[in-house]
């Protein structure tokens, strides 16, 4: 054997190593990934889009204060927290069921806050429409009349 042929195998060898190496490293990022199962790929789909519908709509809550568009955008956020709870996990074992699971425990806490939220809302488009059509403006409350306290000059004398 000519040591050309000697240079040619162990450039061979080092080639197919190579490419073991990046299939098996490829394999093991594939298995940390999670499983591909759909249901669990969809509730974490439904998880970020709620998600995102929700923090739009505390923004446009507390920052800009239109109570209608936060409103829709609540409703939005809750549409896609009941389609996730929907999903049935029960089935799958593995840290991306886990993942899930943990995803939709998560989310059913938020969906109480989120509801009461939109009743909230709603209590107070429905107060300011009430106001408009009074011609008051808008954020304008009416507090009660505090009753006076009777003259009690004469109690003590």
């Not at 240079?7 to 394999?27: E, Q």
């Not at 998880?47 to 609540?74: C, G, M, Q, W």
């Not at 909230?120 to 008051?136: A, C, M, P, T």
């Amino acid at each position: 054997m000519t040591v050309r042929q000697c240079w040619s195998l162990r450039r061979n060898f080092a080639i197919l190593l190579v490419i073991w190496i990046f299939r098996y490293f490829f394999k093991f990022a594939k298995m940390l990934a999670g499983p591909s199962d759909p249901s669990v790929v969809r509730v974490q789909e439904l998880h970020k889009k709620a998600f995102n519908s929700i923090s739009a709509a505390l923004d446009v809550d507390t920052t800009k204060h239109n109570f209608p568009e936060a409103l829709r955008l609540y409703k939005i956020g809750l549409d896609d927290i009941e389609k996730c709870l929907s999903i049935d996990l029960s089935y799958g074992k593995g840290p991306g069921y886990d993942r899930a699971r943990t995803l939709q425990d998560k989310m059913r806490k938020n969906k109480m806050d989120v509801e009461d939220r939109i009743v909230k809302l709603g209590d107070l488009i429905s107060l300011g429409s009430r106001q408009e059509e009074q011609g008051k403006p808008r954020g304008y409350v009416q507090r009660p009349v505090q009753p006076v306290a009777p003259n009690r000059q004469g109690f003590y004398s």
